[in-house]
């Protein structure tokens, strides 16, 4: 089948449809746009998510106490300019993931696995996943950025990059290939998971409200209203795997290429719940929230009236 057109998808994921190729740029552009306005969000997040690995090794910074706190707290240490620490990485990161991610989900869509039970789901899992992979490197040099500070209010392991080519370029010298998909074994099941949720909840939460005829069926309010409900259900899934992601890609490691703290997914897991108690899979929520809950509800909108752009435009061309 060509995918030059797509063919009518019945359901709840768009009324204007598109083909996938369009849809991945679309979908790319749509998170990066979110993500020049969530970036501060996240690294108030990462920053607080690290914290918590000192405290339970037996140290006890208090940096950052909360999300208003610590907002101000990363101002004072590394100027305004410090809470867009990382973005050009967080940028290339969605990009990647989620062009791919949209791209791969608009495909099973077009051959018809939406109309399945479960379809949905499935396909933003898979799709998350696929995602993930390719985006990996480019979050890992992201969050050891973001988690880059002054020495005072320093938490987690400091990598001394100065940019994200020099990143990346130190990551391939010191490590080869395999040292740029450090944690990527967190990062799968996280954007899996957020994927799922986020793609379904948002597809059947556009559905009811416009079951519901509070808006009008073509308004951009119910692609926001669907991008709320969604957004809930994101961060409810995705926290615990968010914390781990971000331990599991700032810890330093070995000669060897080896995590010094953590062996993997599940070893991080369990030392997370035994040494800092199950909350600890939570922490940051606050943040997080404020970070997911918006950058899903952006993407999804802009994502959503971008598609209905293209949609119209392949429909008067043709």
Known sequence: MPLTRAQPVPGPEAKETVAPAVD?????????????????????????????????????????RGFVASVVAVARADGLCGLQKGLAAGL???????????????????????????????????????????????????????????????????????????????????????????GVGGAVPRVMVGSAAQLATFASAKAWVQEQQWLPEDSWLVALAGGM???????????????????????????AGRGRLYGGLADCLVKIWRQEGPLALYKGLGPTYLRLGPHTILSMLFWDELRKLAGRAQHQGS
């Open 24 to 64: 991945l740029v679309l979908g790319a552009s749509a998170c990066c746009l979110a993500c020049v306005f969530t970036n501060p969000l996240e690294v108030v997040k990462t920053r607080l998510q690290l914290q918590g690995e000192l405290q339970a090794r037996g140290t006890y910074p208090r940096h950052y």
């Open 92 to 182: 290339v990161y969605q990009g990647l993931m989620n062009g791919v991610r949209f791209y791969c989900y608009s495909l099973a869509c077009q051959a018809g696995l939406a109309q399945q039970p479960g379809g949905t789901v499935v396909a933003g899992a898979v799709a998350g996943a696929l995602g993930a992979f390719v985006g990996s490197p480019a979050y890992l040099v992201k969050t050891q950025l973001q988690a880059q500070t002054v020495a005072a209010m320093a938490v987690g392991h400091q990598h001394p990059h100065q940019s994200v080519l020099d990143a990346l370029g130190t990551i391939w010298r010191q490590r080869g290939l395999a040292g740029l998909w450090q």
């Open 229 to 255: 409900i969604s957004s809930v259900a994101v961060v409810t899934v995705m926290t615990p795997f968010d914390v781990v992601s971000t331990r599991l890609y700032n810890q330093p490691v070995d000669g």
